[in-house]
T-cell receptor, first 113, second 115 residues
Framework: AQSVTQLDSQVPVFEEAPVELRCNYS??????LFWYVQYPNQGLQLLLK??????LVKGINGFEAEFNKSQTSFHLRKPSVHISDTAEYFC???????????FGAGTRLFVKA | GAVVSQHPSRVICKSGTSVKIECRSL??????MFWYRQFPKQSLMLMATSNEGSKATYEQGVEKDKFLINHASLTLSTLTVTSAHPEDSSFYIC???????????FGPGTRLTVT
């Protein structure tokens, strides 16, 4: 079975500062990895995904993530955050196309002025 | 981009009644749709996987007779909460997987409140 651990439940950061949201996963087989963002009372929006190939993945809104197989991690980073980045961020894993996706508990990013 | 809609966005019902939530893929076909439940300040919990033309696959602990799922076409899946109780109050989110894609698209969610 697969599992996802988001190490920080909340991350406060000042505007224009860099941020890293941590995600570790557990799986005995190869996985697909995703980061989603959720704004209050809304569905999820895909930020980026890793399927194969380059381990550094760039997504929307200036976010990027690096897949590290040896450390089973997929941390999300942004060099300079904005107030509008305040939201809930979910890391997720899936083992193959069409199969169910397992979500982490989420990290609340709070950007302060 | 691919759009998924949910209807209604918000519903309040009385205890003991049934509520139907619709999930539609507006500009693509999806043989697979997923239904999730999200409690306040918590992650998404997968309830079931809905496959067009076949029975849904429910996750452990989810009552299939209480949460009825129908995936009658390649663009529509419905979740019916039968005999709703206050503990069923939650945010229900669906997602749809376009045919041949690795990426699922999420609906905006439905806030169910049972009084």
């Amino acid at each position: 079975a697969q599992s996802v651990t988001q190490l920080d439940s909340q991350v406060p950061v000042f505007e224009e500062a860099p941020v890293e949201l941590r995600c570790n996963y557990s799986s005995s087989v190869s996985v697909y990895l995703f980061w989603y963002v959720q704004y209050p009372n809304q569905g999820l929006q895909l930020l980026l995904k890793y399927l194969s190939g380059s381990t550094l993945v760039k997504g929307i809104n200036g976010f990027e993530a690096e897949f590290n197989k040896s450390q089973t991690s997929f941390h999300l980073r942004k060099p300079s955050v904005h107030i509008s980045d305040t939201a809930e961020y979910f890391c997720a894993v899936s083992v193959r196309r069409g199969f169910k996706t397992i979500f982490g508990a989420g990290t609340r990013l709070f950007v302060k002025a | 981009g691919a759009v998924v809609s949910q209807h209604p966005s918000r519903v309040i019902c009385k205890s003991g009644t049934s509520v139907k939530i619709e999930c539609r893929s507006l500009d693509f076909q999806a043989t697979t749709m997923f239904w999730y439940r999200q409690f306040p300040k918590q992650s998404l919990m997968l309830m079931a996987t809905s496959n067009e033309g076949s029975k849904a696959t429910y996750e452990q602990g989810v009552e299939k007779d209480k949460f009825l799922i129908n995936h009658a076409s390649l663009t529509l899946s419905t979740l019916t909460v039968t005999s709703a109780h206050p503990e069923d109050s939650s945010f229900y989110i669906c997602s749809a997987l376009p045919i041949g894609s690795y990426e699922q698209y999420f609906g905006p969610g439905t806030r169910l409140t049972v009084t």
